[in-house]
């Protein structure tokens, strides 16, 4: 079953503008994953957050996790184009070897 | 440096024929490998996970098996393909935690991906 729920399914924005992506889940975690996949190509990670982390950043990427919320948000600042792309979180459950993803938000960046 | 192959890239296949696709990874042992399959416009579902070589977990029933041959090959079968096999079927691998060369070792590394069209 999907663990991960995203928000917005599709998000359209302008250049320089920031994108946030939202991601609900049911049940307790160890950590929560971003990850990105161009359209056709394999997924590529972007940044995991720990349980006991509320908020980590990488480069123009910002994750904050909300545990007693079950929820968790993706910012990215001053959007490019080449950020156009499917964005997924994916949670990983205690003594689990596995990740449980979401649907997915497709964004897309106009120039 | 560790990488993933997957092949074949596309594959289209008849209803009824077999099928198996093949993932390796390089650079690194002893991974935990994954199989996934992405519907069009959807997220990815685990079908198979393998924590060692023969180790298989299945996470969905259906006509899919995999096997692990070698501890850095990953194979996914059927003997008879339907219609809903059709998707985008891709290889993952985890390393053992701190030796994938993540911050964590707990990301995983996805291979480019197979298209498989059952006709």
């Known amino acids: 079953s999907q663990q991960g729920e995203e928000d917005p399914q599709a998000l359209s924005i302008q250049e320089g503008e920031n994108a946030t992506m939202n991601c609900s889940y049911k049940t307790s975690i160890n950590n929560l994953q971003w990850y990105r996949q161009n359209s056709g190509r394999g997924l590529v990670h972007l940044i995991l957050i720990r349980s006991n982390e509320r908020e980590k950043h990488s480069g123009r990427l910002r994750v904050t996790l909300d545990t007693s919320k079950k929820s968790s948000s993706l910012l990215i600042t001053a959007s490019r184009a080449a950020d156009t792309a499917s964005y997924f979180c994916?949670?990983?459950?205690?003594?689990?070897?596995?990740?449980?993803f979401g649907k997915g938000t497709k964004l897309t960046v106009n120039p | 440096s560790q990488t993933i192959h997957q092949w074949p890239a596309t594959l289209v296949q008849p209803v009824g024929s077999p099928l198996s696709l093949e993932c390796t990874v390089e650079g690194t042992s002893n991974p935990n490998l994954y199989w996934y399959r992405q519907a069009a416009g959807r997220g990815l579902q685990l079908l198979f996970y393998s924590v060692g070589i023969g180790q298989i977990s299945s996470e969905v029933p259906q006509n899919l098996s995999a096997s692990r041959p070698q501890d850095r090959q990953f194979i996914l079968s059927s003997k008879k393909l339907l219609l809903s096999d059709s998707g985008f079927y891709l290889c993952?691998?985890?390393?053992?935690?701190?030796?994938?060369?993540?911050?964590?070792?707990?990301?995983?590394?996805f291979g480019p991906g197979t298209r498989l069209t059952v006709l």
């Open positions: 993952a691998w985890r390393g053992i935690s701190g030796t994938s060369g993540g911050a964590l070792g707990l990301e995983q590394f």
């Open positions: 994916a949670t990983e459950q205690g003594g689990s070897e596995k990740l449980v």
